[in-house]
């Protein structure tokens, strides 16, 4: 069985300064924040995946 309606997304947001954001946004309409370090925000998204909330 694979029924998944979380599937988290990072993007990237250009600070303008040489620096970038992290957000990360799941499938079901929650947003998980955001995150100064890309690996930061992936653990999130799979975190949120996993936790299914
Ligand atoms: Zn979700």
Do not use: D, I, W
Request: net charge positive; glycine share 12%; hydrophobic share 20%.
């Amino acid at each position: 069985m694979f029924r998944s309606s979380h599937h988290a997304y990072v993007s990237s947001h250009p600070q303008g300064n040489g620096r970038y954001s992290y957000s990360v946004t799941c499938s079901c309409g929650t947003g998980l924040g955001s995150y100064s370090s890309k690996s930061s925000a992936q653990s999130a998204a799979r975190q949120h995946e996993k936790a299914g909330k």
